[in-house]
């Protein structure tokens, strides 16, 4: 091979780093809104975008969401934001009607799986489901909690 060759071979990536890169790119395509059933998106408060413990909300989607709005659930069942944090119950609120929802650093524990059922409710590891405050079902700042199953639209979700 010419010089000109050899150059322009050694500048392409390993099979490894292209596998990489191709890994990243598909994490960042598979983050989509979370829409509950009044229409609205799970949204992290924008200044806790990076904050353990920050504010899980409902708010009007944006049509180019911010990270704050973009989700996707991985292998494990976790509920995994843009920014990095994943949807967390706070520890001892996992059973509790009315537990707190926030944002945490990704881990393996309970009151970080989700699974979707086949009524298209999100449902936690203690067996609870994400749920938005009734009167809040399509405010903007509404209540996100969880709460024992039903089939209110307030437990519906969507990826979109």
Same mark, same amino acid.
């Given at each position: 091979?010419? $010089?000109? +060759?050899?150059?322009?071979?050694?500048?392409?990536?390993?099979?490894?780093? $292209?596998?990489?890169?191709?890994?990243?790119?598909?994490?960042?395509?598979?983050?989509?809104? $979370?829409?509950?059933?009044?229409?609205?998106?799970?949204?992290?408060?924008?200044?806790?975008?990076?904050?353990?413990?920050?504010?899980?909300?409902?708010?009007?989607?944006?049509?180019?969401?911010?990270?704050?709005?973009?989700?996707?659930?991985?292998?494990?069942?976790?509920?995994?934001?843009?920014?990095?944090?994943?949807?967390? /119950?706070?520890?001892?609120?996992?059973?509790?009607?009315?537990?707190?929802?926030?944002?945490?650093? +990704?881990?393996?524990? %309970?009151?970080?799986?989700?699974?979707?059922?086949?009524?298209?409710?999100?449902?936690?590891?203690?067996?609870? +489901?994400?749920? /938005?405050?009734?009167?809040?079902?399509?405010?903007?700042?509404?209540?996100?909690?969880?709460?024992? +199953?039903?089939?209110? %639209?307030?437990?519906?979700?969507?990826?979109?």
């Amino acid at each position: 091979l010419g $010089l000109a +060759c050899q150059s322009a071979l050694a500048e392409l990536p390993t099979k490894d780093k $292209l596998q990489g890169i191709l890994k990243a790119a598909d994490e960042r395509l598979n983050y989509r809104k $979370l829409v509950n059933g009044g229409g609205k998106c799970l949204d992290i408060h924008g200044p806790d975008l990076q904050v353990d413990g920050g504010k899980v909300q409902i708010w009007g989607c944006a049509e180019n969401p911010p990270d704050n709005q973009l989700w996707r659930i991985d292998e494990k069942g976790l509920l995994i934001n843009k920014a990095g944090k994943c949807l967390d /119950v706070n520890g001892p609120d996992l059973n509790k009607d009315g537990g707190k929802i926030q944002v945490w650093g +990704c881990g393996d524990a %309970p009151n970080q799986q989700w699974r979707f059922d086949e009524a298209g409710r999100l449902v936690n590891g203690g067996g609870k +489901c994400l749920d /938005v405050n009734g009167p809040d079902l399509d405010k903007d700042g509404g209540k996100v909690q969880i709460w024992g +199953c039903g089939d209110a %639209p307030n437990q519906k979700w969507r990826f979109e």
